[in-house]
Each structure stands twice: as C-alpha cells, then as structure tokens.
C-alpha cells in the first residue's frame, strides 16, 4: 500500500535519513523502533507526507506523494492518513467529540453526521461519558484514546504513531495495546509507529530497526498483499510539542476547523 523508496533527508550538515526504503502492506502493525536521534520521527514524518524528503519517493497505492501540490497533499492526508502523536494536542477549546469530529467535517461531513460518527467511535473506546468533556477535564489515557478516535474518524488507510504510548502509565499504555491490536484484527487497521514501549512493539507484526539513519538489514517477513482501496482520511493532529509533526497539521488546519465549527 505504502512503497517508501531511497528517501534522504538532511537538516544543515546533518544527514537524518540515508537511504531509507520500506514497504507497508495493509493490516499490520509495523513498529519503527531505536535509540533516540536514529530518525525515527524524521521517517514518521516523511512516510506520512508532513515532512518533505530531500530525495526518494513515497508511493501510495501507486501514486507518487512526492511532487503533489500542498493544497492536494493536505487532502489526500485528510483522506487517507490518521496520525497520533505522544501528546494528545486535542484543540482544548473543543470538546472530545468536536475534537473527534473536526477532521470529518474538513473532509466535507456534515457537522451531524460527524458528530455521530464521533459518538459511535468514543463510545467504542471506552469514552461514551466523557466525550462532552474538554481535554483539560479528562487524563491523559482518555486523551489519548479521544486522539485514537480522531485519527480514526475518516477512516484512514494507515495510521501513524509516533511514541504513543510515551506519556502514559502502564494501565494506559495496556490499552492503548489492546486499541491498536483490536483495530488490526477486527477492523483490519494498518498502523505504522514508533515506540521505545517494548510490550507495545511487541504486538507488531513487523519490527525495523533503525540505527544513524538507516534500516538495520535484519531479515522481513513478507508484506501482505495490497488490500481495498482507502477511502478516507483522518487528521489526527496529535500532541507534542515535541517536533512530531503536529505542530504543522494544527498550523495547517486550525483556521479550516475553526471555520467549519462556526
Ligand atoms: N527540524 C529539525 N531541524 C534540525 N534537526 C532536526 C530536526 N528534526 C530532527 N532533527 C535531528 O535529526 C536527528 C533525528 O531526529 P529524530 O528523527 O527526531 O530521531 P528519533 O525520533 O529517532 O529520536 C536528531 O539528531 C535531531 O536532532
Ligand atoms: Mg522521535
């Protein structure tokens, strides 16, 4: 579904990424992990079209990502792309489920049907009494949960995680495990992500290691055959201030969310 080809990437003299290349295939969990400053998140970044390579290629279904206009990219990541990030970065101005909502309605949902459609999939992590809450209101482990729910929201193709169970205790960090293997094996979910969290790494079909910017060549297993098409999409502009991207997608999509709340 995914083809990462031949991607490198500096920032001034320092060379991130060299030479990375990576197939996803649909329903599996594929963990990134290694020590930090490998380029995990630069990868993350890259592979889910919030950062731009410096060369190499990233393929979805066929189509070349790189080279897309802005305003396109910013569409098909709608569409197709769910992300969740250490940080819930939930809008604090919004409830969960408006939090929830936002991307649907970006994507061209009626505020109603979204709001349903927010309802359905909080009350389906666990959230059905809490959604009317404001982040500041819930802990983080709900936040968390509402951040899944939000990158679920347009039915993403593939979901990006980077650490997401990074700022949770180990009750959260469980069922933030046991979210993403149900949404494998039920609802055939493909999700890519990093983490440092070794039991979450380990329900990962596939584990890459990366070490200073390249793949360790330890052997794969062979990447499933390419699935359906991939109708939707889900912003899920996760939390951190840490660098992980979301600083960008709330930039990107906070004025078309305010808009289309009004
Ligand atoms: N926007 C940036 N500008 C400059 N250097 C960066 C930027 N993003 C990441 N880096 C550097 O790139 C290296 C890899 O970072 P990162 O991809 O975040 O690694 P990891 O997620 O594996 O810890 C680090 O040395 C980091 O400091
Ligand atoms: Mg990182």
Redesign the pocket.
């Given at each position: 579904m995914l083809e990462i080809k031949n991607i490198y990437k500096s920032?001034?003299n320092?060379e991130?990424l060299k030479d990375i290349s990576l197939s996803i295939g649909t329903k599996e969990i594929v963990a990134i992990v290694?020590?930090?400053?490998?380029?995990?998140?630069?990868?993350l970044q890259i592979a889910s079209t919030l950062e731009k390579p410096d060369s190499g290629n990233i393929l979805f279904n066929g189509t070349e990502l790189i080279g897309m206009k802005d305003k396109k990219l910013s569409a098909f990541r709608n569409k197709n792309i769910g992300f969740v990030f250490q940080f819930h970065q939930l809008l604090p101005e919004f409830s969960a489920k408006e939090n929830v909502a936002l991307p649907a309605m970006i994507g061209g949902m009626s505020k109603k049907k979204a709001m349903d459609k927010a309802s359905e999939l909080l009350t389906r992590l666990g959230l059905s009494d809490r959604m009317d809450h404001k982040p500041s209101a819930m802990s983080g482990g709900e936040r968390q949960r509402t951040a899944i729910a939000r990158a679920l929201i347009n039915d993403p193709a593939i979901i990006f995680a980077d650490e997401p169970t990074g700022s949770l205790d180990s009750v959260n960090r469980e069922e933030i495990q046991n979210i993403f293997t149900e949404l494998r094996d039920k609802f055939n979910q493909t999700i890519v992500m990093?983490t440092h969290d070794s039991t979450l790494a380990g329900i990962a079909d596939r584990i890459i290691e990366?070490a200073d910017g390249k793949v360790s060549l330890r052997p794969q297993a062979p990447v499933p055959p390419e699935g359906e098409e991939m109708e939707s999409l889900a912003i899920v502009d996760p939390l951190d201030s840490g660098?992980d991207g979301s600083e960008y997608l709330i930039r990107d999509s906070i004025k078309e969310i305010r808009e289309s709340v009004d």
């Open positions: 920032f001034g320092l991130v290694g020590p930090s400053g490998a380029g995990k998140t630069t990868l990093v990366m660098g």
